[in-house]
């Protein structure tokens, strides 16, 4: 690793690892090749892995993926409009992301249910995300 730079975040999936630098780059192991090039001036700022999937949020909002995508979960996920993605989880074949206006999106395998958000009332959006191996996103509702 170059002098200077230092890890600042790790996350690990159920065969590969991830390591976030201080420089804005992401390393991975043992199983998952290394994360998507970044274009100039983006850096990634959080990585979560799923069985053989590995996904990053990066600084401008965008999630990318990687690996075994047999499910559609290491897809490039659409978002609407003036969104960006603040947060990401992964599952065993699914990825959770959070979007800026409190909506969670969830693309994969979606078998029972997984990804399918618990509807909430107006007014509340969430604001965590989490997965579990293959169960529904997990995550935190808040008054808005």
Same mark, same amino acid.
């Given at each position: 690793?170059?002098?200077?730079?230092?890890?600042?975040?790790?996350?690990?999936?159920?065969?590969? @690892?991830?390591?976030?630098?201080?420089?804005?780059?992401?390393? @991975?192991?043992?199983?998952? #090749?290394?994360?998507?090039?970044?274009? /100039?001036?983006?850096?990634?700022?959080?990585?979560? =892995?799923?069985?053989?999937?590995?996904?990053?949020?990066?600084?401008?909002?965008?999630? !990318?993926?990687?690996?075994?995508?047999?499910?559609?979960?290491?897809?490039?996920?659409?978002?609407?409009?003036?969104?960006?993605?603040?947060?990401?989880?992964?599952?065993?074949?699914?990825? !959770?992301?959070?979007?800026?206006?409190?909506?969670?999106?969830?693309? =994969?395998?979606?078998?029972?249910? !997984?990804?399918? #958000? @618990?509807?909430?009332? /107006?007014? !509340?959006?969430?604001?965590?995300?989490?997965?579990?191996?293959?169960?529904? /996103?997990?995550?935190? /509702? @808040?008054?808005?």
């Amino acid at each position: 690793m170059p002098p200077g730079i230092t890890y600042v975040g790790v996350a690990a999936g159920t065969w590969n @690892t991830f390591a976030l630098r201080s420089d804005g780059n992401l390393e @991975t192991w043992p199983s998952l #090749p290394p994360a998507p090039s970044l274009p /100039p001036g983006v850096r990634y700022v959080q990585a979560a =892995g799923g069985t053989l999937h590995g996904i990053a949020l990066r600084s401008d909002g965008k999630v !990318v993926g990687w690996g075994t995508n047999s499910s559609h979960q290491a897809d490039l996920h659409t978002l609407p409009t003036g969104l960006a993605f603040t947060s990401i989880a992964a599952g065993q074949d699914h990825t !959770v992301a959070l979007q800026s206006d409190g909506t969670v999106a969830c693309w =994969g395998d979606d078998s029972p249910g !997984v990804c399918t #958000p @618990t509807p909430l009332p /107006p007014g !509340v959006v969430y604001r965590h995300v989490d997965a579990g191996w293959s169960s529904a /996103p997990r995550s935190v /509702p @808040t008054a808005h």
